[in-house]
């Protein structure tokens, strides 16, 4: 997966709280494997009529927002079912990054093994941000992850915490796959010694 370091861009205010996966990628979208091309149906209920014309209200439709990188979001993002897509689906649209006060567990999890950064903030300071957002292109963000900062407009540099591991998975571009073939030496002996030793199995 590609390496998350440092990000700056545009971010987008998204206030609504308890967005769950179904709202982020709607069920029928999830007939493909494949990690790409999900972004034209991310949010789609909110982006689209029905006659699949664009929402101008909506706020990934407004000029300004996109080529957001950032999604400045409500509490309990990412809640409801454990679909992969989800990510993907933010991902492929270009998001890297969500800022909220909290995120449902398994979104979590799936999102750090695709490279995307969550950062959940206390709320106060999710509402600093979410004014800073809504001033559009003319107020960006800046995210790094090494030394886990925020940087606002004004310059001012908000801390985040966030799991070691997850930080080491992000930084080094580290999917569970990628994990596992860091032990490809140690697999390979451990299976030609069980061959070796049960040539029967």
């Given at each position: 997966?590609?390496k998350f370091?440092?990000l700056?861009g545009i971010a987008?205010?998204?206030?609504m709280v308890n967005?769950?996966t179904?709202r982020?990628?709607?069920?029928r979208?999830l007939?493909?494997i ?13 982006r689209?009529n029905e006659?699949?014309?664009e ?8 000029p ?6 950032i999604?400045v979001?409500?509490d309990?993002?990412?809640c409801?079912?454990s679909?992969e897509?989800?990510?993907?689906a933010?991902?492929?649209?270009g ?5 909220a ?5 398994i979104?979590?999890?799936n999102?750090s093994?695709?490279?995307?950064l969550l950062?959940a ?37 908000i ?9 080491h998975?992000l930084?080094?571009g580290?999917d ?8 490809d030496d140690?697999?390979?002996?451990f ?11």
């Open positions: 997966m590609e370091n440092t700056q987008a205010p998204f206030p967005v769950d179904d982020i990628i709607p069920a979208f007939k493909t494949k990690k790409t091309g999900l972004g034209k149906n991310l949010f789609n209920e909110l689209y006659d699949g014309s929402k101008p209200e909506f706020i990934l439709n407004k300004a927002y996109r080529e957001a990188r999604l979001a409500g309990n993002f990412g409801g079912s679909r897509h989800a990510p993907w933010l991902i492929d649209f998001i890297r990054c969500v800022i006060p909290s995120f449902a567990d979104f979590n999890n999102a093994k695709n490279g995307m950062i903030l206390p709320q106060e300071t999710v509402d600093r941000l979410m004014e800073d957002a809504e001033k559009g292109g003319n107020a960006r963000l800046s995210v790094d992850l090494e030394k886990q900062q925020i940087v606002r407009p004004d310059g001012e540099v801390d985040f915490d966030i799991d070691p591991f997850k930080k998975c930084l080094n580290l569970d796959i990628a994990l596992t073939l860091q032990k140690r697999i390979g002996a299976e030609e010694a069980r061959k070796a030793a049960q040539p029967w199995a």
